[in-house]
T-cell receptor, first 114, second 112 residues
Framework: AQSVTQLDSHVSVSEGTPVLLRCNYS??????LFWYVQHPNKGLQLLLK??????LVKGINGFEAEFKKSETSFHLTKPSAHMSDAAEYFC????????????FGQGTRLTINP | DGGITQSPKYLFRKEGQNVTLSCEQN?????MYWYRQDPGQGLRLIYY???????QKGDIAEGYSVSREKKESFPLTVTSAQKNPTAFYLC???????????FGPGTRLTVT
């Protein structure tokens, strides 16, 4: 079955340190992969998207992700965490079959320690 | 401002009652979607529509119904047949094709 797997359900980092949120996908999900962020009781906001134009994708708020086909990974990183980054992050695969169907990872809750 | 609006933000209903959740977008998107989110889980697709007057079932359509009479609007009705309706409901829209989806702020439905 096609799937997106987020390897950590919870990540905790100190403010100012790097962030790494890990995501693996099934090979059939190339070429569309996305990262979304959700703050408590809010909708999802698109952070970045991979659509085969470049393997290193830059997003909003200093986040970036690298598509590695050989590892079937699409990890999300940020050089320096900020308190406002505390939220739930979803790695999402998109498969277009007449309509864009999204399959969501289970989410990673990011906690930032002062 | 362009975007997606959902109303109300919180909704409370008694068991056995139907309830309709509103979703409106002014992004001129053809495709619209309804998702359900349960605590600690990712989103699951309920229904989607690619064009006015047409819609398809998603992965968990049982107990739900939709309509798409206008491009801008895609209301979701949670019927009394839905066994566990308490959840956070999110509406999204996108251009036609393999593009990203944009989400509304969500409606939290509580049924007691």
């Amino acid at each position: 079955a096609q799937s997106v797997t987020q390897l950590d359900s919870h990540v905790s980092v100190s403010e100012g340190t790097p962030v790494l949120l890990r995501c693996n996908y099934s090979s059939s999900y190339s070429p569309s992969l996305f990262w979304y962020v959700q703050h408590p009781n809010k909708g999802l906001q698109l952070l970045l998207k991979y659509t085969s134009a470049a393997t290193l994708v830059k997003g909003i708020n200093g986040f970036e992700a690298e598509f590695k086909k050989s590892e079937t990974s699409f990890h999300l990183t940020k050089p320096s965490a900020h308190m406002s980054d505390a939220a739930e992050y979803f790695c999402v695969g998109g498969k277009f079959q007449g309509a864009q169907k999204l399959v969501f990872g289970q989410g990673t809750r990011l906690t930032i320690n002062p | 401002d362009g975007g997606i609006t959902q109303s109300p933000k919180y909704l409370f209903r008694k068991e056995g009652q139907n309830v309709t959740l509103s979703c409106e977008q002014n992004l001129n998107h053809d495709a619209m979607y309804w998702y359900r989110q349960d605590p600690g889980q990712g989103l699951r697709l309920i229904y989607y529509s690619q064009i006015v007057n047409d819609f398809q079932k998603g992965d968990i359509a049982e107990g739900y119904s939709v309509s798409r009479e206008k491009k801008e609007s895609f209301p979701l009705t949670v019927t009394s047949a839905q066994k566990n309706p308490t959840a956070f409901y999110l509406c999204a829209s996108s251009r036609q094709g393999p593009y990203e989806q944009y989400f509304g702020p969500g409606t939290r439905l509580t049924v007691t």
